[in-house]
């Protein structure tokens, strides 16, 4: 479904174009961002429907860039991924969620591509 916007902050390459192609086979399009500045800038230019982003990035982690999104009122779903410890995620995730934010998932790294399916396909039906 072509209105399913996904955008993608990793600062690993291979892990942001792998969510990417697993994103597409789904029905997304797919814009991945290894930058805070430039994901802030995607999120007002190309307005995403969901998003997908890492915990752990330089410069700017995630709970900032959380809170970034909630200062615009994004209105994104929103799927957070990591390589930090299960109750890290999930505490990113009540952070967001207190925040006003749509998190719906949180998956830690290595991630299955399985895992990222289901979470994609079940956001996907609830955006539709």
């Known amino acids: 479904m072509s ?3 996904l955008l993608i ?3 690993e390459p291979a ?3 792998l969510i990417a192609r697993i994103a597409a086979r789904v029905g997304y399009q797919t814009l991945v ?3 805070a500045d ?4 995607h999120v007002h230019t190309w307005q995403p429907t969901h998003i997908v982003m890492d915990l ?3 410069v700017v982690d995630g709970l900032e860039l959380l809170s970034r999104l909630a200062a615009v009122h994004c209105t994104a779903i929103i799927v957070l991924i990591s390589g930090v410890d299960d109750s890290v995620v999930n505490a990113a995730r009540q952070v967001g969620t207190a925040h006003g934010l ?4 949180a998956l830690t790294k290595p991630f299955s591509s399985a895992a ?3 979470v994609l396909r079940a956001n996907r039906l609830e955006d539709s």
């Open 102 to 105: 749509n998190v719906t998932a």
């Open 56 to 58: 752990q990035m330089p």
């Open 9 to 11: 902050i990793d600062d």
């Open 38 to 41: 430039d994901f802030m800038q």
């Open 3 to 5: 209105g399913h916007r």
């Open 116 to 118: 990222l399916t289901d």
């Open 15 to 17: 892990v942001g174009a």
């Open 33 to 35: 961002i290894d930058r």
